[in-house]
DNA sequence: GGTTAATCTTAAGGTGTATTAAGAAAGGGT
DNA sequence: ACCCTTTCTTAATACACCTTAAGATTAACC
């Protein structure tokens, strides 16, 4: 399948577009080839766009004082990764999205989107529901980091994202689980 | 002013209405008073209202498995204080909401609300601009968390929400930090 | 106003996780 | 195939934060 084909499968899971609209909906989208590592948003930058990954996987993170990285969000294939708070308020993003393997994302401009949200209403209902799930699935986390050991967050990480574990390194797994990857390294010794 | 009008004046701050949309508008809202830790959502329940703190304060908490409490978000005045997971998903809320203080809310059903997004427009703006922000805020406390020492994280919560640290108990700015209330008194007598 | 309950503090000892440093293993490029 | 870089592990030491227990304040109630 194409990339445009797999995204609009894709959208094809939550709303029914007929030919027509299929056709005004993936001419909005346009192709980006990251290689490994390469930075698709930079933090300080406005995200303007929203972020589809078609193949390969991203991380956003977070870059504190002391110029250390905190992952707040893996995506894969299928996942949409962005600094939501960037591109909702327009205000320079916090975090970076960077390519983990070389990755292919569609993307869409919010100028673009907002047409779009008129031409094609249940566009508007698709993200608008991803922008519920994406709250949801903050809110998620923050309980989580706050009411939970680092070994019961990685044993809940593995058995909701095995097929992110796998692909990803494991200081990756670390930084996203908020520990370093020393003891990372020490919890899943002690637990196999 | 009563309880109605505060309610209109913060409208007002953020959008404009006529006479008559005034009137269709708080005629949507009911007024509910609580007492000192009368419970407003219980975890389990669907939230089916946004509500308003006209007076008094609230505390939105989460239980983990060991009956812990971890608060996710106090609200004085002026603020609005819910499980918007619950509310926007229709599923079953994972946080309480109770009264801190005797308290005044204003509430809206999300089914009038639904219907009010119709009749008056900059409504609907009114609540988009609140759930952005609430999104932006739970970024905020996210990365927060984790990259910060409790410290740190005490000292930031003084100098942002000061009215508040005044009118709540310490061992729930302790929870709402994420430490124990003894650490909490340590770290205060350390500051100062 | 006295009693009880709620909240805050102190202190000793314990645990979870970080830091540092070093080496081992795996992976990527030419 | 080899070298160089990236990633993972081990181990010793250190620190942030927790637990438990007790006492000191402050607030709430009859």
Redesign the pocket.
Known sequence: MDVKGILLSHLRDTIDLNTEEESIVLDSYTERHLKKKEVLLFAGEISNHMRFIAKGSLRAYHMDEEAKEHIVQFGIEGWWVNDLYSYLTETPAKQFVQAIEPTIVLQIHRDTLNKLYEKVPAIERFYRLKFEKAYVALQDRTINSMSK???ERYLEFRSKYRSIEQRV???MVASYL??????L??L??KIK
Chains 1, 2 share one sequence.
């Open positions: 050991s680092a070994e390194p494991q200081y908020g520990i370093t990857p020393e003891f390294s020490a899943r010794k």
